[in-house]
């Protein structure tokens, strides 16, 4: 173990101290002055009930969920409300057709 010692002594005695940067205490007293300058910003109040609400994945999925449905529901009134359904309109439910058997199967089994 001698030997170890040493060995270990020679390498300490090689070790040189890590010397800071000749800014460094300026760096950290500016650094202390930035963090140091005020309170923060107030945020609106609108931005923090977003942030509180909707960072929440299943509450923010939900919110869009919603907006979606108002959105296509009226884009779908504001459709049905300019252009009157005509004979033809309804052509994809005629008994020939795919979603006619459907419904035509519908209505059977409610009767």
Same mark, same amino acid.
């Given at each position: $173990?001698?030997?170890?010692?040493?060995?270990?002594?020679?390498?300490?005695?090689?070790?040189?101290?890590?010397?800071?940067?000749?800014?460094?205490?300026? /760096?950290?007293?500016? %650094?202390? %002055?930035?963090?140091?300058?005020?309170?923060?910003?107030?945020?609106?109040?609108?931005?923090?009930?977003?942030?509180?609400?909707?960072?929440?994945?299943?509450?923010?999925?939900?919110?869009?969920?919603?907006? /979606?449905?108002?959105?296509?529901? /009226?884009?779908?009134?504001?459709?049905?409300?300019?252009?009157?359904?005509?004979?033809?309109? $309804?052509?994809? $439910? /005629?008994?020939?057709?795919?979603?006619?058997?459907?419904? %035509?199967?519908?209505?059977?089994?409610?009767?």
């Amino acid at each position: $173990m001698s030997q170890d010692d040493n060995n270990l002594s020679k390498l300490l005695k090689q070790w040189r101290d890590i010397e800071p940067a000749s800014n460094f205490e300026a /760096s950290v007293r500016r %650094r202390i %002055r930035r963090a140091q300058t005020g309170p923060p910003a107030r945020v609106p109040v609108v931005e923090q009930w977003l942030r509180r609400w909707l960072w929440n994945p299943a509450l923010g999925l939900a919110a869009a969920v919603v907006v /979606s449905a108002v959105i296509g529901a /009226s884009a779908g009134i504001h459709t049905a409300l300019r252009q009157p359904a005509g004979p033809g309109e $309804m052509q994809f $439910m /005629s008994a020939g057709t795919l979603a006619g058997g459907y419904a %035509r199967l519908a209505l059977e089994g409610t009767r």
